[in-house]
T-cell receptor
Framework: AAGVIQSPRHLIKEKRETATLKCYPI?????VYWYQQGPGQDPQFLIS???????DKGSIPDRFSAQQFSDYHSELNMSSLELGDSALYFC??????????????FGPGTRLTVL | SQQGEEDPQALSIQEGENATMNCSYK?????LQWYRQNSGRGLVHLIL?????REKHSGRLRVTLDTSKKSSSLLITASRAADTASYFC??????????????FGKGTHLIIQP
């Protein structure tokens, strides 16, 4: 079965640079979520999109922005990178017809290292 | 303390024994989900229990939910070395909205000794 695809899988950037992470949800899933997991930490919710509109917002820094495109893939744009942004970034998708008890299917993550 | 506190933080048991992990949360929820994560890898969904359910089984997994105490437990029976991983509970808030982000607990690191 198709899973959530994230690219790149690994990314190394310098401080103050920008980064763009991409997420391709499971086919027919139109809801996408982004999470950040620091070393030894639990995942923290950043932001979600439903039908290309922002749906819920968590602890996403102002330096980050995200959007969902017409094909439902999503991109997380990160600017003025800081050392503390080094983390594993997960994307998850869910199917709307399951209602409020949506199971979120997680991608393999993008490991961002900021030097 | 944060939503989704888990205990113990680390658990080491012998293969074949049962492992129990607990999770507490603070707000009203639609459901509570348990995930597994191998070191530095992706999150694997294990089981979802709705707020109107009290117990759910899936293979060697048994999850309970007590909404009056805002707590849940995950039991893994007949543990195997391959069960070694971190286990997280995550709550889906009852906010009335859609596409809500999950709130994860701190996780329990489970080690199964062969």
């Amino acid at each position: 079965a198709a899973g959530v695809i994230q690219s790149p899988r690994h990314l190394i950037k310098e401080k103050r640079e920008t980064a763009t992470l991409k997420c391709y949800p499971i086919p027919r899933h139109d809801t996408v979520y982004w999470y950040q997991q620091g070393p030894g930490q639990d995942p923290q919710f950043l932001i979600s999109f439903y039908e290309k509109m922002q749906s819920d917002k968590g602890s996403i820094p102002d330096r980050f922005s995200a959007q969902q495109f017409s094909d439902y893939h999503s991109e997380l744009n990160m600017s003025s990178l800081e050392l503390g942004d080094s983390a594993l970034y997960f994307c998850a998708s869910s199917h709307p017809l399951r209602g409020p008890n949506n199971e979120q299917f997680f991608g393999p993550g993008t490991r961002l290292t900021v030097l | 303390s944060q939503q989704g506190e888990e205990d113990p933080q680390a658990l080491s048991i012998q293969e074949g024994e049962n492992a129990t992990m607990n999770c507490s949360y603070k707000t009203s929820i639609n459901n509570l989900q348990w995930y597994r994560q191998n070191s530095g890898r992706g999150l694997v969904h294990l089981i979802l229990i709705r707020s109107n359910e009290r117990e759910k089984h899936s293979g060697r997994l048994r999850v309970t939910l007590d909404t009056s105490k805002k707590s849940s437990s995950l039991l893994i029976t007949a543990s195997r070395a391959a069960d070694t991983a971190s286990y997280f509970c995550a709550t889906d808030p009852d906010s009335g909205g859609g596409a809500d982000g999950l709130t994860f607990g701190k996780g329990t690191h489970l080690i199964i000794q062969p």
